[in-house]
């Protein structure tokens, strides 16, 4: 975002009009990079006559890159042609393709990725291949490969397989890739510095294409594609590089901001220009946000300055629980709705989970929603199918495959084999042979529990699932005996509740749910309809709201429980900075006063913004 499209500040144009030779831009929130990266390519091709064909633009997504080129030609129509804007597997693809004809094969869509994974999981009939082992061990290979080290690396303190099995695993996944003649994103990067490394003639055909590089977002570079980068800018070296190493997020992915910190050792000539001007937030945020990431030791010390002056922009407000939390977000988004569009207000989350959440939330009082990313169904999960199976049977479905989901939650020692027909009735199932008196008694409170639950209003009847009948203790005991999430655990029992808060009946419940997913499947996904942007603090990076709220700033939450301590809890508080500037009005923090088993305090950030 920038004030003024003719206005431009003294350390911008310092920025614009550099010449030759390597140069560091530190971009703060709202700065105008983007404003500054097209106009200095502007520069050099109006001032320093550099061809088009000659500068290399790349950024991190491929709709930033779309963006960034679009407003290029904006600003320069046809004076700027040919010049290259393209993500970093974009432009090392094709080079590939180009370098190596008939080598570079199609490059792998994420559905294929999981799929290919699924079945070189085979491998290892002993380990279950669900969602959440696959997101792992991609998460795993990727940063190996970005690292640019062998499978023998991994480390299985921090991932969910044994050595043993992830190396075999990895090596029949890549056996699939090559006979499918497939090539993953982390791959395109390997070998383009193995091609750059190995054929030097082919190295010096690229870096007499490309003599000047820019780079957006520099923070999230890994090691092997800076490697890449370090190559191609020899000997002239006019490498142009713009970030914020305080929005640098993607430590999952092997970004490392220690790389952007030490760029001034790699280029000793080059030079250094800090942004400091926000034109997006008010005074108080960008004063705020700038308190809280000074606490980070691994960074750039920066000034930053708003250029507005709102007051009251800012405001952290408490809650007792959940429900009164949502009731309270709810309020805020209707009041705003008054004088700002739906669509200018965002709701930003730690984990997807929470995004789910509130989208039942605002759903149930008509308020219209946009989901940036998927945030998949409650009632796919675990939680959510004993729920719906205990609900039908009490409600007349007497199937055998509703009555085993539940019939053991909470343990209550009966044989799975003695339910033997497809119809079972616990009436036929008490007078079995075979029954122990426990087992006589446990049924009988189990059936009187269900008949009493048929007669409750949906709402109340989710609660006395969760309450009454024992069930979440016994889950929630059950997620902390096998070492599982269990915050994420109790999210899943608040969302099912959440999902019934404007029905009155099992069967309306029922419409609301097919409805809710129908709807999350068409309606949520429609980014042109005014509608409450819901979305995790990662994939808000990069744009901008008039209100912003953040809700359940707490210990276990933000920070999460697992990185809580050395570069995570730093991470962590690059990645609550982020959220914080995303709001160029108001900014709310709400979270949680009870410090109950599930819930921790109130998240440590929050007092280092009153410090």
Request: proline letters at 3%.
């Amino acid at each position: 975002m920038h004030k003024n499209s003719d206005t431009v500040n003294p350390e911008q144009a310092l920025a614009i009009r550099h010449g030759d030779g390597p140069m560091m831009v530190l971009a703060g929130p709202g700065s105008g990079k983007t404003f500054v990266i097209t106009r200095r390519i502007a520069h050099l091709i109006r001032e320093h006559h550099v061809s088009p064909a000659h500068i290399l633009v790349i950024t991190f997504t491929k709709a930033a890159a779309l963006e960034m080129e679009e407003r290029f030609l904006s600003l320069m129509g046809d004076e700027g042609a040919g010049v290259c804007f393209g993500t970093f597997h974009a432009v090392f693809y094709a080079m590939l393709r180009e370098s190596l004809p008939g080598s570079a094969t199609a490059i792998l869509a994420e559905s294929d990725k999981k799929r290919f994974l699924k079945e070189a999981f085979g491998c290892i009939p002993t380990v279950t291949c669900d969602d959440a082992a696959m997101e792992d061990v991609l998460s795993c290979i990727s940063r190996l490969k970005n690292d640019a080290l062998e499978p023998e690396a991994y480390d299985a303190g921090r991932g969910i397989l044994e050595k043993e099995d992830f190396v075999r695993l990895y090596g029949e996944y890549h056996r699939i890739l090559q006979e499918e003649g497939m090539l993953d994103f982390d791959d395109m990067v390997l070998k383009c510095h193995q091609l750059f490394v190995q054929r030097p003639e082919v190295l010096k055909i690229w870096q007499e294409r490309y003599r000047y590089i820019l780079i957006d977002e520099f923070q999230d570079i890994n090691p092997q594609q800076y490697a890449v980068i370090r190559l191609l800018a020899e000997p002239r070296r006019n490498l142009f590089i713009v970030g914020d190493d305080d929005q640098s997020i993607y430590g999952f992915r092997s970004a490392d901001p220690g790389i952007m910190l030490g760029f001034s050792d790699d280029y000793p000539s080059g030079g250094r220009i800090v942004l400091r001007n926000n034109y997006r937030s008010s005074e108080q945020i960008v004063k705020a946000a700038l308190k809280l990431v000074e606490h980070n030791g691994k960074r750039f010390a920066k000034q930053l300055k708003a250029a507005r002056s709102d007051e009251a922009s800012l405001k952290a407000c408490a809650c007792e629980n959940r429900s009164e939390e949502a009731d309270a977000v709810v309020s805020l988004l209707k009041e705003a709705g008054r004088h700002m569009a739906y669509r200018d207000m965002a709701l930003l989350f730690r984990t997807r989970s929470g995004a789910r959440y509130y989208a039942h939330v605002l759903r149930a009082e008509g308020i219209p929603v946009f989901l940036k990313e998927e945030v998949g169904s409650v009632f796919s999960g675990t939680v959510g199918q004993d729920i719906l199976a205990i609900l039908a049977y009490a409600h007349g479905e007497h199937r055998r495959a509703h009555l085993l989901r539940f019939l053991n939650k909470p343990v209550r020692y009966i044989r799975r084999s003695l339910v033997t027909e497809e119809e079972a009735e616990l009436a036929e199932l008490i007078a079995k042979e075979g029954m122990s008196a426990r087992n006589v008694a446990d049924l009988k409170h189990l059936d009187a529990q269900l008949k009493e639950l048929s007669e409750l209003p949906i709402y109340a009847a989710l609660c006395y699932i969760r309450k009454a009948m024992g069930y979440e203790a016994w889950m929630l005991a059950e997620a902390k005996r096998k070492g599982k999430d269990v915050q994420e655990l109790s999210e899943s029992f608040e969302t099912i509740c959440a999902s019934a808060r404007s029905c009155e009946s099992y069967e309306q419940w029922l419409e609301e749910i097919a409805a809710f997913e129908n709807g999350m499947k068409t309606e949520a996904k429609d980014e042109k309809r005014d509608a409450v942007h819901l979305m995790t603090m990662h994939g808000s990076k990069g744009l901008e709201f008039r209100l912003v709220v953040l809700p359940d700033v707490n210990e276990g939450n933000v920070p999460q429980k697992r990185s809580d301590s050395g570069d995570a809890l730093e991470e962590e508080r690059r990645i609550f900075y982020v959220a914080m500037t995303r709001a160029k009005e108001r900014l709310f923090l709400f979270y949680l006063k009870k410090n109950t088993k599930l819930r921790q305090a109130p998240s440590r950030f929050l007092k280092e913004l009153k410090a």
